[in-house]
């Protein structure tokens, strides 16, 4: 989990905070965290201790993850992923690896399995309900 974020003193808090919660959304998603995990904290010990040589983070060896789904592993990818509830994310100050959708498709993330789709196939959502693109809707009027 990101509880040993914990053990990496060469940060500031706000550093700390903003590590942690991209392991919160990088990690709780994903059936198999341990493979994410070696990947994403040999990232944080390079970041870490930049300039130093410490035995043992730059000479991690994580298997590539298996990404779920559509998804790709991507050694230095955005820490954001775009989805179709949250398109367009901010552009990142720093890359980690993490699983991204293929080029020119976001996460549909209104459905189970990690689906990767083009943007304009994303549904659409009206009161907790989706509907597809190009599907119509009818609403009675109130009177």
Known sequence: GCKALSQFSCFSIKTFEKY????????????????????FYSAIGRKCFEGEFIRGWEESKCPDPVCPGDLKYEGQGSPYLPTCSN???????????????????????YVNGSQCIPKTDCPCVHEGKLFARGEKRSTKCQS
């Open 20 to 39: 942690s919660s991209l392991c919160k959304e990088n990690l709780y998603y994903y059936k198999n965290q341990e493979i994410l995990e070696c990947a």
């Open 87 to 109: 398109p367009e994310v901010p552009k990142p100050e720093e890359t980690i690896q993490t699983c991204v959708c293929p080029q020119d498709t976001i996460l549909n993330n």
